[in-house]
């Protein structure tokens, strides 16, 4: 691997040095380097520091000036306004840096991260028995988003996908299809994947109808629960077949979605069962819990109800049951101990946020989170319909994720096919290329808007050759590639010593920036900030091929520098919507 100097951190430096030879007590002092639209890079800091030596910034920043040395990598610096510094930087280390990425196909010369730790990112948690249905789309994506950022930069993640495969659900269950055996009598037929899983469903929603409605049959199904509990084999097989039955169908939704996820990962709320005892023990004679009406609970004085009474997290039950905290709590100690995590992400809905502060805060008091170990909630927010609100179906139901992608694949390859002629694709070709289309395109969508906001879920607009969709990079994609099949022997070539025009430039600043980009989405848990910067790229790219031709250029040295400039491009997009989980096809 080969990790390459930015143009910002080489300037950075420069204007350092330049600081600290003009002001020595200006020594390790932030020059606050941008990029500007008035030059490459803008340096604002000169003004604070003009201020703390009670100095003319403008005077201060001349005499920087003077201690900044130009030709190499800074063809020439501004004193604009007050006392800003307008930069620009050489042609020459513009290509330099663009062939140092080059030469290292695999990273594109972005670093690895100096300490790096271990993240179990806590996402795509599914519920046995039950369809997946629209909600669960943002967890999913955006959970395999930050697996893949984080991987990249050299985080060590243990993924963990906390499925609902526990609790009262799967004792109403049981005793229901015990009591109705022949509703999920099939014939000779054997029905897996997304039937198994509607019948499933039908019969969950039967059961909880049931449950609801008649006492008796509530108390048998309560009853089916502690037998569960307690390991009774008839019960134990039944709900082991509802967990291996519901996998089945999470495989073939995720792949579908294009997405990998292990069996080894798959950590129900089933796998902390043996841990729930002692994780109250553990926070009851430390004092964090406390008995409440018969049940173990944590009080905090920030979180109080209508009435103004302090709202509990409850851990354990009045009847001894344990709640979705118990479980939780659980598995921080399982990640803290024995995945020895340094972090631990939840990309969970925004719902239940007070739920996880509850949590977090009682996995703090009780020390299994401290200043080396931190939890945080990626709250994201809710998938509306053009209409503004949760996207339903016309009967006002949650919409069937198998049916949301299905429909996205189909519009996909309903575009694909418009130009499959003149690109010359096979059938096979525009099936996959639809499905790479339909699924890059809803996740990108919910990818470019921060995951805290809510969005619109628009398959026309998404589906789109123009505007900022996923399509739109694909494509710029494939039209690189086309560019270079046609190229012949010509080869991609850096000549440093050639004049940059304008959109070269632009377009090979923007490059330099690919790796601070994927620095800071990974840091901060926002995959859209790399949507934003690739967007921006195939923009630049679009610019650029309307001003200045790759394969009529006016030299042979043009040719090869440009051919380098947008097979790195290309290598840039790539690698960039890989990180995103989408697919980059080589014709569209």
Request: hydrophobic share 40%; net charge negative.
């Amino acid at each position: 691997m080969t990790s390459v100097t930015s143009l910002t951190d080489l300037v950075h430096q420069r204007l350092s040095d330049a600081l600290a030879s003009t002001l020595p007590e200006a020594d390790g002092v932030d020059p606050l380097l941008r990029r500007s639209d008035r030059a490459d890079f803008q340096a604002n800091g000169i003004l604070a520091l003009a201020k703390k030596a009670k100095a003319n910034p403008r005077e201060l920043a001349t005499q920087v000036v003077s201690h900044i040395t130009t030709g190499d990598v800074i063809q020439d610096v501004e004193v604009s306004g007050p006392g800003f510094l307008n930069i620009t930087i050489t042609d020459k280390a513009i290509a330099e840096n663009l062939a140092a990425r080059y030469a290292d196909p695999a990273r594109l010369g972005v670093p690895l991260v100096d300490h790096p730790g271990t993240t179990v990112i806590d996402y795509a948690q599914p519920n046995v028995a039950k369809e997946m249905h629209v909600g669960h789309l943002r967890s999913a994506v955006i959970g395999d988003a930050l697996v893949q950022l984080l991987e990249f930069t050299g985080e060590s993640v243990v993924r963990r996908h906390h499925i609902g495969d526990w609790g009262t659900q799967f004792g109403m269950l049981i005793q229901y299809l015990d009591e109705h055996p022949g509703e999920l009598d099939h014939g000779d037929a054997q029905v897996t994947g997304e039937e198994a899983m509607s019948n499933l469903d039908r019969l969950y929603k039967a059961a909880r109808k049931l449950f609801d409605s008649d006492e008796e049959f509530k108390t048998r199904a309560r009853r089916r629960v502690v037998d569960l509990q307690a390991g009774e084999p008839q019960t134990l097989a039944a709900w082991q077949k509802f967990v291996d039955e519901s996998k089945i169908y999470f495989f073939s939704v995720f792949e579908k979605l294009d997405m990998e996820i292990r069996d080894p990962d798959i950590v129900g709320e089933s796998g902390y069962n043996d841990m729930l005892d002692e994780t109250c023990r553990l926070l009851e004679e430390s004092g964090v819990a406390e008995i409440s009406d018969g049940a173990l609970c944590v009080f905090f004085d920030d979180i109080k109800g209508p009435d103004g009474n302090r709202t509990p997290l409850i851990v354990r039950k009045s009847d001894g049951g344990y709640g979705y905290a118990a479980t939780d709590l659980s598995a921080i100690r399982d990640r803290v101990f024995n995945l020895k995590a340094t972090s631990l992400l939840y990309v969970v809905d925004v719902r239940q946020s007070l739920h996880f502060k509850m949590v977090f805060e009682t996995a703090r008091r009780a020390g299994w989170l401290n200043d080396d170990v931190s939890a945080f909630q990626l709250a994201f927010g809710t998938i509306l319909g053009k209409d503004g609100k949760p996207f339903k179906t016309r009967e006002g139901v949650s919409v069937k994720l198998e049916d949301l992608l299905d429909e996205a694949v189909q519009r996909a390859t309903a575009v694909v096919r418009e130009k499959a002629e003149k690109m010359g694709l096979t059938e096979q070709e525009i099936v996959e290329n639809g499905r790479y289309v339909g699924i890059g395109a809803v996740k990108y969508a919910d990818l470019s808007t921060s995951a805290v906001r809510d969005y619109k879920f628009d398959l026309d607009q998404m589906v789109s050759l123009s505007g900022d969709t996923s399509v739109y990079l694909q494509y710029a994609y494939a039209r690189i590639q086309s560019i270079l099949r046609k190229a012949g022997e010509a080869r991609p070539l850096a000549h440093p010593e050639l004049e940059l025009t304008g959109a070269e430039r632009a377009l090979g600043l923007h490059l330099d920036q690919f790796s601070e980009v994927v620095a800071d989405a990974a840091k901060e848990y926002a995959p859209h900030k790399l949507t934003a910067y690739l967007y921006q790229l195939a923009s630049l790219l679009t610019t650029f091929y309307d001003q200045c031709p790759v394969l009529q250029a006016d030299t042979q040295e043009q040719k090869e520098n440009r051919l380098l400039l947008v097979d790195l491009t290309a290598r840039t997009l790539h690698r960039g919507m890989a990180l995103l989980g989408i697919r980059t096809p080589e014709k569209l």
